[in-house]
Protein backbone atom coordinates (compact mmCIF):
# COMPACT_ATOMS: atom_id res chain seq x y z
CA UNK A 1 0.00 0.00 0.00
CA UNK A 2 1.57 3.32 -0.92
CA UNK A 3 1.44 6.14 1.50
CA UNK A 4 -0.44 8.88 0.20
CA UNK A 5 1.80 12.10 -0.80
CA UNK A 6 0.51 14.31 2.26
CA UNK A 7 2.01 11.36 4.88
CA UNK A 8 5.31 12.09 3.62
CA UNK A 9 5.62 15.05 3.84
CA UNK A 10 3.98 15.29 7.04
CA UNK A 11 6.76 13.24 9.59
CA UNK A 12 9.31 15.89 7.75
CA UNK A 13 7.67 18.45 9.03
CA UNK A 14 7.28 16.92 12.37
CA UNK A 15 11.07 16.70 12.81
CA UNK A 16 11.37 20.09 11.73
CA UNK A 17 9.02 21.70 14.14
CA UNK A 18 9.99 19.46 16.82
CA UNK A 19 13.75 19.87 16.48
CA UNK A 20 13.24 23.66 16.03
CA UNK A 21 10.91 23.57 19.34
CA UNK A 22 14.10 21.81 21.43
CA UNK A 23 16.54 24.26 19.96
CA UNK A 24 14.20 26.65 21.22
CA UNK A 25 13.93 25.23 24.81
CA UNK A 26 17.87 25.49 24.88
CA UNK A 27 18.28 28.57 24.00
CA UNK A 28 16.00 29.87 26.46
CA UNK A 29 17.58 28.12 29.05
CA UNK A 30 20.94 29.14 28.13
CA UNK A 31 19.99 32.81 27.89
CA UNK A 32 18.84 32.58 31.08
CA UNK A 33 21.68 31.41 32.68
CA UNK A 34 23.39 33.99 30.72
CA UNK A 35 21.73 36.42 32.75
CA UNK A 36 21.79 35.23 36.17
CA UNK A 37 25.40 33.88 36.01
CA UNK A 38 26.04 37.96 34.54
CA UNK A 39 24.08 39.43 37.95
CA UNK A 40 25.79 36.94 40.26
CA UNK A 41 29.21 37.65 39.24
CA UNK A 42 29.23 41.11 38.29
CA UNK A 43 31.89 42.41 40.28
CA UNK A 44 33.87 38.97 39.89
CA UNK A 45 35.98 39.37 36.84
CA UNK A 46 38.53 42.02 37.42
CA UNK A 47 40.46 41.60 34.34
CA UNK A 48 37.31 42.64 31.86
CA UNK A 49 34.34 43.86 34.49
CA UNK A 50 32.29 43.86 30.62
CA UNK A 51 32.29 40.02 30.69
CA UNK A 52 29.33 39.64 33.31
CA UNK A 53 27.43 42.57 31.66
CA UNK A 54 27.45 41.18 28.32
CA UNK A 55 26.04 37.52 29.63
CA UNK A 56 23.43 40.13 31.05
CA UNK A 57 22.65 41.89 27.67
CA UNK A 58 23.03 38.99 25.71
CA UNK A 59 20.51 37.12 27.33
CA UNK A 60 17.91 39.75 27.56
CA UNK A 61 18.01 41.02 24.05
CA UNK A 62 17.74 37.13 22.94
CA UNK A 63 14.87 36.45 25.17
CA UNK A 64 13.19 39.83 24.03
CA UNK A 65 13.95 38.83 20.57
CA UNK A 66 12.47 35.49 20.85
CA UNK A 67 9.34 36.97 22.95
CA UNK A 68 8.93 39.22 20.32
CA UNK A 69 8.93 36.68 17.44
CA UNK A 70 6.27 34.45 19.03
CA UNK A 71 4.33 37.51 19.18
CA UNK A 72 4.38 38.13 16.00
CA UNK A 73 3.92 34.84 14.90
CA UNK A 74 0.63 34.89 17.11
CA UNK A 75 -1.66 37.88 15.99
CA UNK A 76 -3.40 38.59 13.28
CA UNK A 77 -3.37 42.37 13.06
CA UNK A 78 -1.39 44.35 10.40
CA UNK A 79 -0.18 46.44 13.29
CA UNK A 80 1.57 44.23 15.47
CA UNK A 81 3.70 42.28 12.72
CA UNK A 82 5.02 45.31 11.29
CA UNK A 83 6.08 46.77 15.06
CA UNK A 84 7.31 43.75 16.11
CA UNK A 85 9.30 42.76 12.56
CA UNK A 86 10.86 46.50 13.19
CA UNK A 87 11.94 45.47 16.87
CA UNK A 88 13.68 42.47 15.72
CA UNK A 89 15.63 44.06 12.86
CA UNK A 90 17.05 46.71 15.43
CA UNK A 91 17.46 43.88 18.28
CA UNK A 92 19.56 41.79 15.29
CA UNK A 93 21.56 44.72 14.53
CA UNK A 94 22.26 45.28 18.18
CA UNK A 95 23.12 41.91 18.93
CA UNK A 96 25.16 41.53 16.64
CA UNK A 97 27.48 44.43 17.38
CA UNK A 98 26.98 43.18 20.87
CA UNK A 99 28.51 39.89 19.45
CA UNK A 100 31.53 42.06 18.52
CA UNK A 101 31.75 43.96 21.19
CA UNK A 102 31.24 40.83 23.60
CA UNK A 103 34.50 39.09 21.36
CA UNK A 104 36.66 42.22 21.58
CA UNK A 105 36.29 41.75 25.61
CA UNK A 106 36.27 37.96 25.87
CA UNK A 107 39.17 36.50 23.62
CA UNK A 108 41.97 39.55 24.08
CA UNK A 109 42.26 37.83 28.10
CA UNK A 110 42.18 34.37 27.78
CA UNK A 111 43.08 32.87 29.35
CA UNK A 112 42.48 34.34 32.63
CA UNK A 113 43.62 33.70 36.32
CA UNK A 114 40.63 31.27 38.25
CA UNK A 115 42.11 32.42 41.63
CA UNK A 116 40.91 35.01 43.66
CA UNK A 117 43.18 38.01 44.40
CA UNK A 118 45.50 37.47 41.20
CA UNK A 119 45.52 40.91 38.61
CA UNK A 120 44.29 38.47 35.65
CA UNK A 121 41.28 37.29 37.68
CA UNK A 122 37.85 36.22 36.29
CA UNK A 123 35.10 33.85 37.46
CA UNK A 124 36.12 30.26 36.16
CA UNK A 125 32.22 29.58 35.12
CA UNK A 126 31.53 32.94 34.28
CA UNK A 127 34.22 33.30 31.69
CA UNK A 128 34.09 29.79 30.47
CA UNK A 129 30.29 30.23 30.02
CA UNK A 130 30.66 33.57 28.34
CA UNK A 131 33.66 32.20 25.77
CA UNK A 132 31.86 29.24 24.74
CA UNK A 133 28.61 30.86 24.26
CA UNK A 134 30.29 33.24 22.02
CA UNK A 135 32.45 30.78 20.03
CA UNK A 136 29.19 28.69 19.16
CA UNK A 137 27.29 31.59 18.34
CA UNK A 138 30.51 32.64 15.62
CA UNK A 139 30.57 28.85 14.75
CA UNK A 140 26.91 28.96 13.84
CA UNK A 141 27.04 31.86 11.93
CA UNK A 142 29.88 30.70 9.93
CA UNK A 143 28.31 27.50 8.88
CA UNK A 144 25.14 29.55 7.93
CA UNK A 145 26.97 31.59 5.74
CA UNK A 146 29.10 29.19 3.87
CA UNK A 147 25.87 27.22 3.57
CA UNK A 148 23.87 30.18 2.50
CA UNK A 149 26.90 30.96 -0.08
CA UNK A 150 26.57 27.48 -1.22
CA UNK A 151 23.35 27.23 -1.76
CA UNK A 152 23.49 30.63 -3.83
CA UNK A 153 25.93 28.72 -6.36
CA UNK A 154 24.34 26.21 -6.32
CA UNK A 155 21.55 28.04 -7.26
CA UNK A 156 23.12 30.39 -10.04
CA UNK A 157 24.67 27.02 -11.52
CA UNK A 158 21.18 26.14 -11.48
CA UNK A 159 20.08 28.80 -13.42
CA UNK A 160 22.54 29.35 -16.11
CA UNK A 161 22.25 25.37 -16.97
CA UNK A 162 18.70 25.69 -16.87
CA UNK A 163 18.67 28.95 -18.82
CA UNK A 164 19.55 27.55 -22.19
CA UNK A 165 16.03 25.90 -22.19
CA UNK A 166 14.18 28.66 -20.50
CA UNK A 167 14.93 31.14 -23.36
CA UNK A 168 14.47 30.67 -26.70
CA UNK A 169 16.80 30.67 -29.44
CA UNK A 170 15.98 32.59 -32.41
CA UNK A 171 15.31 29.31 -34.17
CA UNK A 172 12.31 27.82 -31.85
CA UNK A 173 8.84 29.21 -31.44
CA UNK A 174 6.84 29.90 -28.79
CA UNK A 175 5.34 26.22 -27.93
CA UNK A 176 7.97 24.50 -28.96
CA UNK A 177 9.12 21.09 -27.04
CA UNK A 178 12.86 20.73 -28.75
CA UNK A 179 14.80 23.07 -30.77
CA UNK A 180 14.74 20.93 -33.73
CA UNK A 181 10.97 21.20 -34.66
CA UNK A 182 10.17 24.14 -37.39
CA UNK A 183 7.34 25.78 -37.74
CA UNK A 184 4.46 24.69 -39.93
CA UNK A 185 2.70 27.26 -42.15
CA UNK A 186 -0.29 27.25 -39.72
CA UNK A 187 1.47 27.17 -36.41
CA UNK A 188 2.69 30.93 -35.98
Not at 35 to 51: A, D, Q, S, W, Y
Amino acid sequence: MNPSPDGQIRPRGAVLVSSLVVVNMIWWMLMIAAIGLGLTHLKRCPVEPNIPIYLIVLGATSLLSLSLTYTMTNREGARVPNLCSVCICILYLFSFSWFIAGSIWIYPVYPPNYIPGIARYCHMVTYQFAFVITTLVWVVTMLMFVCGCCFAVLTCCQTVIAGSRLVPSRYSFYGATSDFQEPIGGDV
